[in-house]
């Protein structure tokens, strides 16, 4: 079945830019109706949907976060990644990729296991 | 913005009791988009429950969605060791896409 992997720098300093890269095994990240998703998880918080990206490359972003973010696809390579720019320490927060519904369903499934990442100089 | 407030924020009850979890919307949500999960401590959150209703693929069947409009309930019946987590509710729609409750804890008393 999919497998999400994610995987970055587990540390980015403060005004920095964060960079993460979601791996995906067991099928293919172009076929079917799925887009991809990526959620983060501040520490003993809630969760907060950061963005997404179609196979074909179109995005769509929590306005929340007022156009830091990118999110973006490689097919070849079964992956897609996320880039924040300006980080501060609100940043800080366990990232996860998922599989998202695309345009046919209202869910996120399976996740990643998520990696975290600390803001600090 | 759709905002999804649970409640209770924490839950405490005993193996084989039953759970009443809800999820309250600001606007009216349809109901095919407002979805389940639970999260358990370090891993990320499994789906449960999409459509409200609808239990997704390996969820026993003690666990049951219903409402409409604004008002959404997770039941959980004769609890087992396994289903003390933290529970979300989600919408998709609107702006932005997806929004998550702030979740609810359920914990062993």
């Known amino acids: 079945q999919v497998q999400l992997q994610a995987s970055g720098p587990g540390l980015v300093k403060p005004s920095q830019t964060l960079s993460l890269t979601c791996t995906v095994s067991?099928?293919?990240?172009?076929?079917?109706?799925?887009?991809w998703s990526w959620i983060r998880q501040p520490a003993g918080k809630g969760l907060e949907w950061i963005g997404r990206?179609?196979?074909?490359?179109?995005?769509n972003y929590n306005p929340s976060l007022k156009g830091r973010v990118s999110i973006s696809i490689d097919t070849s390579k079964n992956q897609f990644s996320l880039t924040l720019n300006s980080v501060t320490a609100a940043d800080a927060a366990t990232y996860f990729c998922a599989r998202d519904g695309g345009t046919y369903f209202e869910w996120f499934d399976p996740w990643g296991q998520g990696t975290l990442v600390t803001v600090s100089s | 913005e759709i905002v999804l407030t649970q409640s209770p924020g924490t839950l405490s009850l005993s193996p084989g009791d039953s759970a009443t979890l809800s999820c309250r919307a600001s606007?009216?949500?349809?109901?095919?988009?407002l979805v389940w999960y639970q999260q358990k401590p370090g891993q990320a959150p499994r789906l449960l429950m999409d459509?409200?209703?609808s239990r997704a693929t390996g969820i026993p069947d003690r666990f049951s969605g219903s409402g409409s409009g604004t008002d959404f309930t997770l039941t959980i019946s004769r609890l087992e060791p396994e289903d003390f987590a933290v529970y979300y509710c989600q919408k998709y729609g609107g702006s932005p896409l997806y929004t998550f409750g702030q979740g609810t804890k359920l914990e062993i008393k």
């Open positions: 459509g409200a209703s």
């Open positions: 067991g099928g293919s990240i172009s076929s079917g109706v799925y887009y």
């Open positions: 990206v179609s196979p074909s490359g179109s995005t």
């Open positions: 606007q009216s949500v349809t109901s095919t988009y």
